[in-house]
DNA sequence: CTCACGCTTGAAAAGTAATTTCATCGCTCT
DNA sequence: AGAGCGATGAAATTACTTTTCAAGCGTGAG
């Protein structure tokens, strides 16, 4: 402790209470009739703008504030804080809530002309929203039966076209990978052609966002009569592909828009539900899965630069 | 600029982009690989306890990790911050933020006995926290260059090994629907050979996540040399392939997990730069774009069921 | 009216924290 | 084994913060 205000002491250490950063702006209010005209400033203008003041060093505020460092020092000690560095502190966290707090939480469509930020805002945005309304509208039973049924598959089949098909490749490339016999089919006439071969203890997946994809249902359908247990990832439970599916796994539908139509982003929902199924089943099949996955990485090892 | 790290320069003043405290446990973990241990173990301690870190100076933080003064600063700076002192105020920011948010909600990896439910909580969980650290960790301004060269390019190529060849394929079918010339290559021989016919006006693109996959980095330094404008995709912007890319998406990295490798859930963040490319440049194009799209969607209608 | 007292204020000194330098140490690759 | 390079921390330097102190300013009594 080493100076005085209005006569008082003021402490080096105010231990009583450690001030919370909200309560900043309420603090300077109550204290602002204490206090002298260049405090005033300088509590004023760190109330009005937390986040700018957080840039600024001691000095860079008095210069702002058009007083001296010893009065911001002063104003930091009287608002509670040990001094300066502290009230810093407080002003960055208390900036972070604001921006945490106002957020926008951003709902509106994307349109022609938002700005990028908004645009990756409002994506990722949307795409949790999708992730989450998925997460939640899956039929953990029916999930269940279809990892089963993956697990001990002589054979897999998977059918999509278009967008799907990716997904289809997505989820190959992962069966592959812990040692399963999986083929993505995106060619109608060669899936159909294969689905003939499909019988009982074989697995066929059809991927449709629309459930009504006539080139994926017909080699399902095929699949189906051969006795192959069939499984449909669709945003349609009720759609065609029903009839022929042994188990549904229903994708949820994000919000559309002009340059972002639900086909195009029925994408991250059915990759959610092909992510779940690949883990469930490794999970069943650790035995093998697990050494499967390890010897598949390292035989890339020597595919990148060291 | 004074000191140097694995051979390059490290800038006082890292100047491209001021980084989000929001997205630092993200930046760690993308960074991590490229640390020494003592960083790592700076970095870690302050991803895992940013409150109680920004109590703390930086002999006082250095001492905690058992490290040195210079260590942490050196940290900061990997980190994007000018030196610590703005690290703290980022973590103040983070805590604060944390604090308001509340929800840490499921944060543990996916285990071999966790049930379906669990995987499908934790699945969703994991990918939405990876769209939140892209979108955060996103460069809007090398967005915002990457948009501009793919809106007015003659051509465009991308490369695409494993699972970013899915990546890759999306990109390309939802480019080729606004009317944009994309080929996405998976073959590396086709790909270099296709390079070597990029030129000025031209765009190339490449998605790695490791960006060490020597299959992509070659065709695209290809293209490079021959006048194309270079995209990078990857999780590592400092790695090799930042060498031939005139502009640089980092993606973001998922937690680990033994069943679920960085490798397999690179994907999420890859797909949402993707459409960020998309949307950008479908605004950009809207003229052309606009009517495309809905051709395209009213050419598919009779391949659906009535 | 002015002078004295005491609060307010900022310049500069002193002190503390952050940054840079540099020598050493340890690891990897011959 | 040892050469070379990167990693590391102790110490020097620099930047920022805090304290001191003397001058300024206003007020009110004489």
Redesign the pocket.
Same mark, same amino acid.
């Given at each position: 402790?080493?100076?005085?205000?209005?006569?008082v002491a003021v402490e080096?250490r105010p231990a009583p209470a450690p001030p919370a950063p909200a309560a900043l702006a309420a603090k300077v209010r109550t204290l602002a009739p204490t206090?002298?005209?260049?405090?005033q400033r300088v509590a004023e203008t760190v109330a009005s703008d937390p986040a700018g003041c957080a840039a600024? &060093?001691?000095?860079?505020l008095?210069e702002r504030t058009? &007083?001296?460092?010893?009065?911001?020092? %002063?104003t930091?000690?009287l608002l509670g804080y040990?001094?300066? %560095?502290?009230?810093?502190l407080a002003l960055a966290a208390l900036a972070a809530q604001q921006a945490a707090g106002g957020a926008p939480a951003v709902t509106a469509d994307i349109a022609v002309d938002d700005s990028l930020v908004d645009v990756v805002a409002k994506l990722a945005q949307e795409e949790q929203q999708c992730l989450a309304d998925t997460a939640a509208g899956l039929d953990v039973s029916q999930l269940e039966a279809a990892v089963a049924a993956l697990s001990t598959a002589r054979r897999i089949d998977v059918y999509g076209i278009g967008a799907s098909s990716l997904v289809g490749q997505d989820l190959v490339q992962k069966l592959l990978r812990i040692g399963l016999i999986a083929h993505a089919h995106a060619d109608p006439h060669l899936a159909v052609t294969n689905a003939v071969q499909m019988r009982t203890g074989d697995v066929a997946i059809a991927i449709t966002h629309s459930g009504r994809t006539t080139d994926v249902i017909e080699p399902l359908r095929v699949a189906f009569d051969h006795g192959a247990t069939t499984i449909a990832i669709t945003g349609r439970p009720d759609g065609e592909i029903a009839a022929y599916a042994d188990h549904i796994l229903t994708t949820s539908t994000a919000r559309e828009s002009e340059l972002r139509p639900a086909a195009m982003s029925s994408r991250t929902s059915q990759l959610l539900v092909v992510d779940c199924l690949f883990i469930g089943v490794a999970q069943r099949t650790y035995e093998t899965a697990a050494p499967a996955l390890s010897a598949s990485y390292e035989a890339l090892a020597h595919r990148h630069q060291p």
């Open positions: 402790m080493k100076e005085t205000f209005k006569g080096t206090m002298t005209r260049s405090m600024l &060093t001691v000095t860079g008095a058009g &007083t001296s460092e010893a009065t911001v020092v %002063r930091s000690r040990p001094g300066y %560095r502290d009230l810093r």
